[in-house]
T-cell receptor, first 113, second 116 residues
Framework: NAGVTQTPKFRVLKTGQSMTLLCAQD?????MYWYRQDPGMGLRLIHY???????AKGEVPDGYNVSKKKKQNFLLGLESAAPSQTSVYFC????????????FGQGTRLTVV | AQTVTQSQPEMSVQEAETVTLSCTYD???????LFWYKQPPSRQMILVIR??????QNATENRFSVNFQKAAKSFSLKISDSQLGDAAMYFC?????????????FGKGTKLSVKP
């Protein structure tokens, strides 16, 4: 069982370039989330999804878009990368209900130069 | 909106000793969940322990236990018999029971060092 898999693990972008981060989970979880982690800031929610096709903005959505065409895949897009988007990005998923644990991917370290 | 505060950016403990990491939160909700996550240098987020706010009994997982004070909105993590492998960033997190979002709200983290 792979759990939550993020692709890629590392990436360097030039300012203005675009890219897509892929998150895939094989646990049939209904909820999926994208967070960013910055030094001294903890993890902050970018976007989230419930079920198939439903997405919504989190705390820091500006500059990002998301796509959820399949229940198990959640894509995070940067249309025009900026240095302020240099961060570590985490995808997480969990099953609906109760105090269920959120399972995290291994993170993607993105540097925008 | 809910907030989570970890007032100790860094902590240090001697191997085999006990250390307590602090966490306070602010919410107007009566039912919610609280979590402690560990992030070692590998960057992987690992659940350490969870607490349901409606349960008065403090959660315990082996060497890890919490002191949950609902009225004070405090949720501290105690690590007993500290081991070198406990060295990591520790994040306190809150999750609401209400609404459909269900995301975790994190504190800024406490970096724990373990001295041999």
């Amino acid at each position: 069982n792979a759990g939550v898999t993020q692709t890629p693990k590392f990436r360097v972008l030039k300012t203005g370039q675009s890219m897509t981060l892929l998150c895939a989970q094989d646990m049939n979880h209904e909820y999926m989330y994208w967070y960013r982690q910055d030094p001294g800031m903890g993890l902050r929610l970018i976007h989230y999804s419930v079920g198939e096709g439903t997405t919504a903005k989190g705390e820091v959505p500006d500059g990002y878009n998301v796509s959820k065409k399949k229940k198990q895949n959640f894509l995070l897009g940067l249309e025009s990368a900026a240095p302020s988007q240099t961060s570590v990005y985490f995808c997480a998923s969990r099953v609906q209900g109760g105090s269920t644990e959120a399972f995290f991917g291994q993170g993607t370290r993105l540097t925008v130069v | 909106a809910q907030t989570v505060t970890q007032s100790q950016p860094e902590m240090s403990v001697q191997e085999a000793e006990t250390v307590t990491l602090s966490c306070t939160y602010d919410t107007s909700e009566s039912d919610y969940y609280l979590f402690w996550y560990k992030q070692p240098p590998s960057r992987q987020m690992i659940l350490v322990i969870r607490q349901e706010a409606y349960k008065q009994q403090n959660a315990t997982e082996n060497r890890f236990s919490v002191n949950f004070q609902k009225a004070a909105k405090s949720f501290s993590l105690k690590i007993s018999d500290s081991q070198l492998g406990d060295a990591a960033m520790y994040f306190c997190a809150y999750r609401s029971m209400e609404g459909s979002q269900g995301n975790l709200i994190f504190g800024k983290g406490t970096k724990l060092s373990v001295k041999p």
